[in-house]
């Protein structure tokens, strides 16, 4: 962040929310929009993860139904065991602080489970964590995500929905506990046809979801897609609308550009904020 926008934050940061209480203070609130943020972090490589496993057991490398060059996803030192005991197969990815592409370093056990019949018009995965960590954030929580092959508004031609139930309570290094639960559904637009290389896919994300804080609720609704494309570890687009309190804000994450800012507006006023690690 250059000088120009330091200045600017402070000088709105005693701007945006004069007359308010303590806890409807402008650093409070963006402090808590980038918990959000980070959550969503979260949630996104949560996804990618059950995504990534369920291509892999419908998919499997050498099954002949993909012919592309394989790019995988999850960094050599996962560990993934599979087994498949009846109609239902179970994949258990075992991390020791390996690290993503986006940078993030997960430990502990994600398992992912689901039919194996591949040729239902709907697919729901199973999640679940084991003394999972993400980026020494506790994550706990299970529940599923329905995948379809659909034609949206977004694109005409059939293409991979999922819709991911979260149930997901996050425990920062700080003690800090937050609960969040809701949906968040993830299209697949680009990158659908080569099954096995993730660096070409690309997703927009809409939902909405409550966060339960140390202070309050915190609802969050996706106002416009976040566009996620794999080649940048961050949200290049899309904005959040987020209602604390009874005061609404909102977190644009931009024009389409790979960078680690978002903007956050509330009361007319804006902050840059930097997100990630």
């Known amino acids: 962040m250059n000088s120009k926008k330091i200045i600017l934050g402070t000088i ?3 701007a945006i929310f004069t007359g308010c209480s303590k806890d409807d203070s402008e650093s409070s609130f963006v402090s808590e929009a980038k918990v959000n943020a980070t959550i969503d972090g979260v949630n996104e490589d949560v996804f990618k993860i059950i995504d990534d496993q369920f291509n892999e057991q419908a998919n499997p490398i050498g099954s002949g139904k993909s012919t592309e060059v394989v790019s995988p996803y999850l960094p050599s030192c996962a560990t993934v065991t599979t087994t498949v005991i009846g109609s239902t197969w179970t ?3 075992v991390f020791d602080n390996c690290t ?3 940078g993030n370093v997960l ?3 994600i398992i992912v489970s689901g039919s194996t019949n591949f ?6 995965i199973n999640y679940s964590f084991v003394n999972f960590h993400h980026n020494d954030i506790l994550i706990e929580g299970n529940r599923t995500v329905v995948r379809t092959i659909q034609s949206t508004e977004a694109l005409s031609t059939p293409h991979p929905v999922a819709n991911m139930d979260i149930d997901m309570t996050a425990t920062f290094p700080n003690g800090n506990v ?11 637009i680009e990158g659908f046809q080569t099954i096995h ?3 070409d896919n690309v997703f927009l994300i809409t939902g909405n979801w409550t966060t339960t804080f140390p202070q309050g609720t915190r609802n969050t609704t996706v106002t416009t897609p976040l566009r996620v494309e794999m080649t940048c570890p961050h949200i290049v687009s899309g904005v959040l609308t987020i209602v604390r309190n009874g005061v609404t804000a909102t977190l644009d994450f931009g024009n389409g550009e790979c960078d680690n800012e978002a903007t956050f507006t509330a ?4 902050v840059t904020i930097i997100l990630g690690n």
């Open 107 to 109: 430990d502990g056990t």
């Open 100 to 102: 993503l592409q986006n």
């Open 267 to 270: 009361n007319g006023n804006t």
């Open 91 to 93: 994949r258990t990815v």
């Open 197 to 199: 290389v993730w660096a």
């Open 119 to 124: 040729d239902t018009p709907s697919q729901t």
């Open 178 to 188: 937050y609960h969040r639960v809701g949906n968040r559904i993830r299209e697949m």
């Open 12 to 14: 709105l940061s005693i």
